[in-house]
């Protein structure tokens, strides 16, 4: 059984910075892909961050240059590091892994972590 498990959310201040951290366990071989999206109150879910295998990323262009997402891959784990964070960053964070068990591919998510910018 795949599971993703997050920490690291909270509530910052704007222009404040913030680390989500995502572990994956169970078995799972191989990972294509891991990342996050988030949902803010009364919107759909959005693709925030991915990073492939091969370290190739990919970010929302509302994140770009203010969000770093890194992964270890010894350790199934998934890194986003935000920084001048602003009021419209508030979400729940989703971790999502890509990637096959023994009954295929799939895409497994994390329980979510809430994110809140306010001063």
């Known amino acids: 059984q795949v599971r993703l498990v997050e920490s690291g959310g909270g509530l910052v201040q704007p222009g404040g910075s913030l680390t989500l951290s995502c572990v994956a366990s169970?078995?799972?071989?191989?990972?294509?892909?891991m990342g996050w999206y988030r949902q803010a109150p009364g919107k759909q879910r959005e693709l925030v961050a991915t990073?492939?295998?091969?370290?190739?990323?990919n970010y929302a262009d509302s994140v770009k240059g203010r969000f770093t997402i890194s992964r270890h891959n010894n350790e199934n784990t998934v890194y986003l590091q935000m920084s001048s964070l602003r009021p419209e960053d508030t979400a729940i964070y989703y971790c999502?892994?890509?990637?096959?068990?023994?009954?295929?591919?799939?895409?497994?998510w994390g329980q979510g972590t809430q994110v809140t910018v306010s001063s």
């Open positions: 999502y892994l890509d990637g096959s068990s023994y009954s295929g591919r799939g895409i497994y």
């Open positions: 169970g078995s799972i071989f191989p990972i294509y892909a």
């Open positions: 990073i492939t295998s091969s370290g190739s990323t």
